[in-house]
Every structure is written in C-alpha cells, then in structure tokens.
C-alpha cells in the first residue's frame, strides 16, 4: 500500500501537495459531520464553495500574473443560468412568471444542470476573453473590473431570467456538506493538473517573461484564454453551488463584496500556488468566522448603548493588511505544502527507483 | 539519416545527442560537406533578411540590411554599440515589427509574422540581458521551449532532461531558474534554444557579462553546440575572439548600415571595419575583459 503510494508520488510530482490539502480538509468534513453542529457544517460548506471559486480564480490568475476582478461576473452568471434550468417549472411560475419558452419548462437534476450553467458561461467567457487577453497588466485588470460591473448591470436589467433587484428564492437545498466538499477536492486536483499541463507551463512562462515565452513558440493570447475560459467554468460552478446553498440569491450577493473577499483570500494566501489559494480560503474563512462571533458577544454587552456593527468588517480589513505586510509573498509564499520531512523519507526509501 | 534527416533535429529516439553524419571541423572543407548533405531541404535550408529597414521614430535603427544565413553556418554580427544589431534580431524573430524589406526562411515569407509563429519555424534565440522564466524551475524553462514548437509535455520533459545532462547541469534542474549563477542562466538560455530543435539560432552577446572562465566555457559549449546540431547560427557579440574563433563568416554593420561582409580576414582587414569598430573596440576592450 505505502510503496503504491510512493509510486503515485514519483509519477505525478504534485500528488503530494494536493494530498497535503485534500486530505485535512477531509478529515474536518468528517469530523464536522460527525459532530453535527449546524452551524459548523454551514461554515464549512461556505468554506469548500468559497475554495472552489478561490482555485478558481487562482487557476487564471496564478498560472497568467493578470489580477482579474471580474470572476464573480462568472458566479452570478454561473448562478443565475444553474437556477434556470434546474427549479421546477411550478415554482419558477411564482419566482419568474414572465419567463417563456422552452427555459420556462427545463427542468434538469442538480448536478447535470449546475455543469451545463457553467458550460454555459465558460461560453460567454470565452467571447468576452478573446479581446480581453490580448491585454496585460492594469488595463487587464481594470478592464476584468468593467466586466463585473456589465454584468452586475445586465443580471439587474435581466429581470424576466433574474428578478432583477428582487431576490431570486424557492431554490432548493442540493449543497450538502459532501457535495462542497467533493467539488472542493475535484477542483484542487484540476488547479494542480492544470498548472503542470501544457498550456498551463506555457502560461506561467509567459507571466515570467513575455517576449521569452513568445519567441519560444509560446501564443500568449490563446494559453491565457484556455485558463480564462476554465476558470470562469469553476466559478460558474460556485456559482451555482453557492445559490443552491444559500437558496436566495440577488445579483447584490455577487458583486463587490464577494470580489473583494475572494482576491483577497487569493491574495492573502500567495496567487503563485494552489497551496496559497486553499491556505488564503482557510485563513480568511477562519478569521471572517472568528470575528462575527466576538463581534456578536461584545454586540451583547451593549456598551454605551451600542452594538458592535462593522466590528468583524473593520478587524478584518486590518488584519488583511497586516497579513498581505508581513507575507507579501503570501502565506505560502508561492510554495506547496510538501509532507513532513520525515514521512517523506520513509515512502522515498520504499519508492522502486523510477526508470528516468 | 543522410538527406532525409533535419539538421536540427540532432537528439535521437532516447533522447541524446548524436554528431551529425560526420564529425564537422572548423575548416571550411567541413562546412562545405556538411552544407551538401542538408542541400535537400533547400525550402528551409536559409534565413534570408532581405533589405531590412527599422526606423524608430525618426531614428533609423536598421537600413537597408541584407544577410544569410545558411543551415550549419555560423554567421558574425558585429558593429559598435548601437549599430542595430539587437534590433535587428528582433525584427527576424518577430518581436519588432519591420519598417521595410522582408524576413525569409527559405521560400517562405515570415515578414510580420507573431514571434510564436517564428518560433514554429524554429527558429530560436537567446537574449542580450538573460531573459529566463525566473520562478520556473531550470527544468521547466527548457520544457517550455520545447513544449512551445509543439512537444507532448512528457517528451518536452525527457529532451529537456537529456539537455541538461549534455550540458552537465542536471543537478540544477529542480532550483528556480532565477537563483541560479549568471554564467549557469547563460547557459540554460542557450538550451532553451537548443530545446526547440531549431534550424536557426540567433546568439544576442553570450558572452556579455561573463567571466573569462565562463566566457571560454561558453565558446567551448556553442563550438560543440555547432559541430552536433549543424543549425544556422547568426551571433552577436563584442567578443572579437569569439566572434574570430566561432564564425565562417562576419558581417559588420555601423549606424544600422552594412560596412562590410566576408570571412573573418576579409573582415579584419577591411579598412572601414577597422575605424568604425575596432577604433571603438578599444574603449570596450575594458568591459569586456573585466
């Protein structure tokens, strides 16, 4: 068993890093469900969705050095075309009386219809990405900014498919604790395949020297738009598990503040790796949790009168920057998290010595 | 092997590197010899720079250069600091637009194309300031170039560990590109090159800021480089001595213009070359040595 582990290890170099997250995570799924405190379980669903969308991003971001803010554009899309095709058409009679045609009928089960949403948007993103990787540096990132707006605009606008400014309900609770979590996992392992395939080695060249990579055989336009265009199909994905947890949804819960969240847990935990991106969702979700419940005791006590409103939002920005001050790098510094030392050596010396 | 066989590809089945045909001196007998056996692929046999104008804003960096380079060739390039010898290559490998005249290899017209299509004619280059993919590993940067003319990324992998191994720096081969030694990025930007299989390489001063320890390492690594792989190299360097000891033939530009072309002799004697570069070379003897 442990030399067929070894084995795993030698083909497939990040095996380890993605053990090294994916089976934690699953031992606190485990003893969380086990536990059974909702309130727990809530958290640790919000928890895997925020890391689907947070890998998600980093699969872009990381492997091309483009900041992109326009993610969320992808979760509320992803969101709102998963509710469309997979609430009954009985209810969308109440949610969406205006709907017509043949989407006011569909009805799919959950999980085909959550890729189909994402399939869906990574369609649209890839219409919008073929101009928009042609940019680099601030103009990208400005440019993914406009495109959340746009798309906050339109998803308001869009009221017979969405409510518009009215919240979306009647959705049904198909995020269980087991269903984030194996999201999550899968997610991880393609944010690590991702960065050791091709087009992947391609794209992480061209973040570290453009001109290189081009004259190397690299096209730097299309390997930004493979990872554009997968990584807005992963947001999609949160998208539609996130509504699908919550049960409401409104284009409001999708925009600045869930941005803002996300790029920083990317950004708090170090863009560079997959590792950082998991360590960054953790560390927030962890912190963001931890201050809620203080700020909600000390709201108790009413002091002077007063609750603690904007407690959690104000620490939380402050311990963000002292974060991003201390590690600039991030928490992982860019690094994977690798097996301790002395595991390492025990499955080596088992290791068959490899054929190269 | 024999005429069917591409000059660049110089790394057999299991991934060596292996001489082609015979082993090719430095005489001109040999060049000649081996210029025969590749006179099949003519449609790809020659890097052509036809008439090649570059203005910058007025400036004009490049005018009216024509050169060749031939398949197991080593071409010089040389002039004083700013003659148009770095904008040069950048228009042949698609980094600068051309203002005028054409880029061909062979028959086929590579005026304007994408650097990455350039690429897919294999043709590679290294850069004056090294231009690595700092936080990739030694490793990866070489996958990348040979990934990037169209390799699975397992045979990019296994060419680019059997380059190392030639160059005797597989104990590298897991560190960051970016920690290494100045003289050690040299060297992985030439394999880099190398790693696409290329039919031309364009040399941007290997030497530059080297040693002189590296710099005779480095002159002994293009001088086997050009032996095995019998590509085209076109090679710009202040190195006068590795310039006279690596190339067949020399061409000189001054303010963007051709002064003179020929073999090495022909070069160095030209009285023209003689006041526009080596009157400068003196200046420069300095850096170079230093």
């Known amino acids: 068993m442990n030399s067929r582990v070894a084995q795993l290890l030698g083909r497939l170099p990040w095996a380890e890093n993605a053990l090294m997250l994916i089976v934690p995570l699953l031992a606190v799924a485990v003893a969380i469900d086990l536990y059974d405190n909702l309130m727990l379980k809530r958290i640790l669903i919000g928890m895997f969705i925020n890391l689907v969308l947070v890998v998600g991003l980093q699969l872009f971001t990381g492997n091309s050095g483009l900041v992109s803010f326009g993610h969320i554009s992808f979760m509320a899309i992803g969101a709102y075309a998963s509710v469309l095709l997979i609430m009954s058409p009985a209810k969308k009679v109440y949610t969406l009386p205006d709907l017509t045609g043949p989407l006011s009928q569909i009805e799919m089960p959950f999980i085909p219809g959550i890729l189909l949403a994402a399939a869906f948007t ?104 493979v990872a554009w265009v997968v990584s807005a199909f992963i947001c999609a994905l949160g998208g539609a598990l996130w509504a699908h947890f919550m049960m409401v949804i409104s284009p409001y819960t999708m925009y600045m503040h869930t941005t803002f969240l996300t790029v920083a847990m990317l950004i708090v935990g170090g863009t560079g790796s997959v590792s950082g991106a998991v360590a960054g969702t953790i560390a927030i979700t962890g912190l963001f949790e931890a201050l809620r419940a203080m700020e909600i005791r000390i709201s108790a006590f009413r002091i002077a009168g007063q609750t603690a409103a904007g407690f959690t939002e104000v620490w939380l920005g402050v311990a963000m920057i002292l974060l991003v001050v201390l590690r600039p790098m991030g928490l992982t510094m860019g690094q994977e998290i690798r097996l301790p030392a002395r595991l390492r050596g025990r499955l080596e010396a088992r290791t068959p010595k490899s054929e190269g | ?147 990037g003319v169209g390799m699975s990324r397992r045979r990019a992998g296994e060419r680019a560990q059997s380059l190392l191994e030639e160059f005797d720096m597989e104990r590298t081969a897991a560190l960051p590109a970016g920690t290494l030694a100045f003289g050690q990025q040299r060297r992985v930007e030439v394999a880099r090159a190398l790693a696409m299989q290329p039919h031309f390489m364009l040399l941007d001063e290997p030497a530059a800021g080297l040693n002189e320890r590296e710099c005779d390492e480095m002159l002994g690594l293009l001088a086997s480089v050009r032996e ?55 200046e420069e003897g300095e850096v170079v040595s230093a």
């Open chain 1, 122 to 225: 990574a369609v649209i993103a890839a219409f919008i990405g073929w101009p928009l990787m042609r940019l680099s540096g601030s103009a990208a990132t400005m440019a993914t900014f406009a495109l959340l707006i746009i798309t906050h605009v339109i998803l308001i606008n869009a009221a017979t498919y969405t409510r518009g400014t009215r919240t979306m309900y009647g959705l049904e609770n198909y995020t269980t604790l087991w269903m984030s979590a194996f999201w999550a996992v899968l997610i991880i392992i393609t944010g690590f395949v991702f960065r050791e395939s091709r087009v992947g080695l391609m794209l992480r060249a061209s973040r570290e020297q453009q001109e290189a990579a081009s004259v190397m055989g690299v096209n730097i336009v299309i390997v930004r738009w």
């Open chain 2, 228 to 282: 095995k792989i019998g590509c085209g190299v076109l090679v710009v360097d202040h190195d006068m001595r590795l310039i006279m000891r690596l190339c067949d033939r020399i061409h000189v530009l001054n303010y963007g213009r051709t002064i003179a072309e020929g073999t090495c002799e022909e070069v160095s004697q030209n009285p023209e070359v003689i006041e526009a570069y080596l009157g400068s070379a003196e």
């Open chain 2, 1 to 147: 092997m024999g005429l069917m066989h591409m000059p660049g590809d110089f790394l057999n089945e299991a991934g060596e590197l292996h001489l082609h045909g015979k082993v090719i001196g430095l005489s001109g007998e040999g060049v000649v010899g081996m210029m025969s056996s590749i006179e099949g692929n003519s449609d790809l046999s020659k890097l052509i720079v036809q008439r090649v104008t570059k203005d910058f804003a007025g400036l004009r960096a490049v005018d009216d250069v024509s050169l060749e380079v031939r398949q197991g060739e080593v071409l010089g390039l040389i002039g004083p600091n700013g003659s148009g010898k770095t904008t040069l290559l950048n228009v042949i490998s698609g980094l600068l637009p051309v203002s005028g005249g054409h880029v061909l290899v062979g028959e086929i017209d590579i005026t304007g194309w994408a650097p990455h299509r350039i690429a897919g004619k294999r043709i590679g280059r290294t850069f004056q300031t090294v231009h690595l993919f700092g936080a990739l590993t030694v490793l990866e940067n070489i996958e990348v170039a040979a990934v």
